[in-house]
């Protein structure tokens, strides 16, 4: 701690004031336990009601609020129709066929497209955007949801993919360009950011179920709320970092506002605009696994419903067309972003538009062909793979082959590493915690941080979820050290190898979108419930934000001056840690930030292995319709991100002082 | 369900056959909403079936059925506000209190009982009475050397009972110190990573105690018994003195339950016949337990169970639907 000491300027010795500080926080955890109990165990008499209020304000706000005679869910429900319309246009396109009527007594009037079809124009698609190589990229990963038997949940996916990511993608970039234009825009989103990104959806899923009714609408919405951010964050910081020269440019040859916006500004960020993009993408494979849970089906059910009879290889299978969606879905918008735009062409229409003439007639050929060749149309279920068999085999020989020498493992980790800390950090007085985080913020940011990180904190105190957010706080913070630990030497060796880069990056992706439940059963087996395997889910779940924010400052680091280096005579190890980690130290720190948050995310699931952290009370506030205790709980889950977020964000604005790189924005 | 249907014969003759069909169908039922009604399906076989089954049962009465996914408990807002209409399998044993919750809401109704039973209690394989002679009574588990053969690293000397999620209540804390019983209590976050537990230690033929229920696949799947605890009362639940432990509550087993069927108030008005089927049907572990098995253990799809059952029992649904 001392090591992250303050600017020089303020009189008494930072290394005196934290020791004076840390010399009162062991004083007081060793001998106040009988002189001031309450600073252990926050008193039950003072406890802030929230839970009770938030519920009672949620009752107000689905039941009674109206604005004159229009009631608020009135409201909700028109936005839910306006997101069904077109939801309804592309499901029937893809899965259903346009049906007549409702229910089991719909008559299909047309089918919908053949597979054999989609299969076809998303090749042509990854032809128009990335050349041949792409468009074999797009086949193979649809070919596998084809032929491991998933097709028709995928369709029922994407359908809810295809409408949410524009909705998400347009709605962040309208706010982030907004918060760019309008300074104060900015201070209060982000807050409002920070809270949509790491309150569970758990948290907010009752409420919205009200607001919006059940079905793939609520689940749109949800997903909505979570994938929105990244791509607001991403908005606001890529205009900002436009070089001036761009914007003295769009001045001297006229510009008019809309002009600079739309063909100076949003042009030349087009790259961090598409990592935004990707995010929402991401973001929004992530949710098929909760959006299944109220309503929208696809593969996210089929997930569940295998893992619940213990059918690995399905879970697998299925969970594995999800992240053969998010390849696809993600490389080619990538493409057609870097696609330059191409002359025009000459000609006839039918010259002058080759992709979409292809287009059509594939549509039309393949519709033709499916009436006369049944297969065509729904693949046929004799030509489908299945791999339960195999997985069942495998885990079974591991679990009988490896269990002892696991369990062993797992042991010496248990009880030499996580239940001394956890034993630790439960028996820290609250009151010493929060003044330690309020003084840290004070010394690396000034007194509104300090201010902030206190209050935060005593909130959690006060709302009576100490002892649970102190295990919320040591599993994810072992899980996030792990991560670290192991994904920043991955990304060193990986940086400058494209091919290794090119094999990582695929299966990032994978842990990304891979819905943790289709490795969580498997590893609850080997490791039974508990601590340990919540600590495997989060680090494999984490380990994604470290390697990519590593590999993303490495690559950034300016190959001229890695030049002047060896020029200079520096061995390949000086080069590596004189200059390039240290230049990419503010991106790293950023890849420690995420990596926090990506952990904090994943309590929600493991409270379904057991354990007893904040994620367990959200969970449990779902189960019992309680939305107040789950709200209450998300905050709290959210306050400890927050802290987290601008504790290093303070860290690295100082370190970065100290290296003269000057001031982000 | 949403599933294209394979086509050969080009589309109008089919269509037509179909319209026509529904719309006789239809006819007898005219005072009655044309509307779906929509029953909600969960991530486990034995409600896939249940629901299916009553689906189906509807159709033949004319009514259009929707099925929709949705989380068990997440479903209880959706019931409330209409959107979903017919929740087939509510577990006393596990979604009791959500239930109360949402009936005292006024907005959902309980359609009666399913006829099945919910067991659950305390279970073992088969293969751990070789070191706990005494098992299935409860005493047995007394003995030090049964509960350490029970042990894992964490929990020895004591035994270890892996307990359902926390949200399924159950009392067991209070059942171990009430029987004075040297085990520790461990709770599985999900149904899922109970069995998944229970599937490696039974590979392994390790010792595993642990909370099931039934009708469920597992005791199909698996050999074992319940621990027999000394038979549950209400008293024994609520008057400490009552039982084995005069000083403590909880000193018994676990009750059986009745698994419910609920669904919107509204179904009533809107569909009367459907809502006097829906009251109507009944089913017995014994018959659920064999369709799960043909399903989880033998392979075999969920439609064609609920056809052979719809075939069997013609008389049965008939009489739901007649009155």
Known sequence: ?665 | MRRSIPFLTGLRPFGLAALIATSSALAAMAQESTDPIKLTLHDWTGQLITTQLMGEVLKKAGYSVEYVQADYLAQFPGLESGDLHVAMELWDTTARDALDASVATGNVEVFGATGMQAKEEWWYPIYMKEQCPGLPNWEALKEPACAEAFSTAETAPKGRYLGGPVTWGGYDEERVAALDLPFEVIHAGTDAALFAELESAYQRTAPIILWIYDPHWAPAKFEGEFVEFPPYTAECYTDPSVGLNPDAAYDCGKPFGEIWKAGWVGLKDKWPGAHKAIQAFTLDNKEMGLMITEVDLNGKAIDAVVADWMAANEARWSAWIAQ
């Open chain 1, 1 to 665: 701690m001392t090591a992250l000491s303050a600017p020089e300027t303020l009189s008494p010795r930072p290394s005196l004031i934290w020791g004076a500080a840390l010399s009162l926080a062991a004083i007081l955890w060793l001998w106040g336990q009988t002189v001031a109990p309450f600073a252990f165990e926050y008193p039950k008499a003072w406890q802030i009601p929230a839970a009770r209020w938030i519920g009672g304000a949620i009752d107000w706000l689905v039941k009674d609020a109206a604005i004159g005679p229009i009631a608020f869910s009135d409201v909700t429900r028109f936005v839910a129709t306006l997101i069904e319309q077109p939801y309804s246009a592309v499901l029937s396109i893809l899965s259903t066929g346009l049906l007549s009527g409702e229910g089991s007594s719909a008559v299909q009037l047309w089918p919908p497209l053949p597979w054999i079809a989609v299969l076809g124009l998303f090749a042509l698609l990854g032809f128009y955007a990335g050349g041949a190589s792409l468009a074999l990229t797009t086949v193979i990963c649809m070919g596998f949801i084809a032929v491991f038997g998933q097709w028709q949940s995928a369709m029922d996916t994407l359908a809810s993919i295809i409408v949410a990511v524009p909705l998400a993608v347009a709605g962040g970039f309208a706010l982030g360009l907004a918060a760019w234009k309008t300074p104060w825009l900015d201070r209060a989103l982000k807050p409002v950011l920070d809270l949509m990104q790491t309150m569970p959806v758990f948290a907010y899923l009752v409420p919205i179920l009200i607001l919006f009714g059940f079905g793939p609408t609520s689940a749109i919405v949800a997903t909505l709320i979570f994938a929105m951010p990244p791509m607001t964050r991403i908005t606001t910081l890529a205009l900002h970092r436009v070089p001036d020269e761009v914007h003295d440019l769009g001045r001297m040859v006229g510009c008019t506002p809309r002009q600079m916006t739309w063909r100076v500004l949003v042009p030349s960020a087009r790259e961090p605009l598409m990592v935004g993009v990707n995010q929402v993408i991401m973001q929004s494979l992530n949710m098929v696994i909760i959006a299944s849970m109220i309503g929208a089906g696809g593969l996210g059910f089929v997930v569940l419903n295998a893992l619940r009879r213990l059918d690995f290889g399905t879970g697998l299978e299925a969970g594995l067309a999800i992240v053969a969606l998010a390849i696809t879905l993600d490389r080619v918008s990538q493409a057609l972003a870097r696609r330059s735009r191409a002359e025009l062409r000459q000609g006839n229409l039918i010259q002058r538009h080759p992709f979409i003439a292809v287009a059509l007639s594939i549509i039309l050929l393949s519709v033709l062909l499916a009436r006369l060749f049944p297969a065509l149309q729904t693949y046929p279920d004799a030509a489908r793979l299945s791999t339960s068999a195999f997985w069942a085999a495998a885990v079974e020989w591991i679990n009988i082959t490896f269990f002892d020498t696991l369990e062993a493992i797992k042991n010496a980790i248990l009880l030499g590493l996580l239940i001394p800390v956890k034993r630790f950090m439960l028996s820290l007085p609250w009151v010493a915690v929060v003044a330690l985080l309020g003084l840290a913020g004070w010394r690396l940011g000034g007194w509104r941080l300090g201010a902030l990180c206190a209050s935060l904190s005593f909130l959690i105190a006060a709302t009576g979820q100490w002892e649970k957010a102190m295990i919320t706080v040591y599993l994810c913070g072992i899980a996030s050290l792990i991560a670290m630990a192991i994904g920043v030497p991955i990304g060193i060796a990986v940086a400058n190898r494209d091919r290794a880069w090119t094999i990582t990056r695929a299966v990032i992706d994978t842990l990304q979108t891979l819905p943790s439940f289709v490795y969580l059963m498997p590893v609850v087996m080997l490791f039974r419930v508990g601590d340990f395997t919540a600590l495997i889910a989060v680090v494999a779940y984490a380990v994604v934000a470290s390697i990519r924010y590593t590999v993303l400052g490495l690559q950034g680091v300016d190959p001229r001056l890695i030049e002047a280096g060896r020029a200079m005579g520096c061995t390949d190890r000086q080069i590596l840690t004189r200059i390039r980690l240290r230049l990419a130290l503010p991106e790293i720190l950023l890849g420690l930030n995420q990596t926090i948050m990506f952990a904090l995310s994943m309590l929600v699931i493991t409270a379904l292995v057991g354990t007893r952290d904040l994620g367990q009370d959200v969970y449990m506030a779902l189960t019992k319709a309680n939305p107040g205790n789950g709200l209450v709980a998300g905050l709290a889950i959210a306050f400890i991100a927050i802290i987290a977020d601008r504790l290093i964000h303070a860290a690295a604005e100082t370190q970065r002082a100290k290296l003269g790189l000057g001031q982000q924005t």
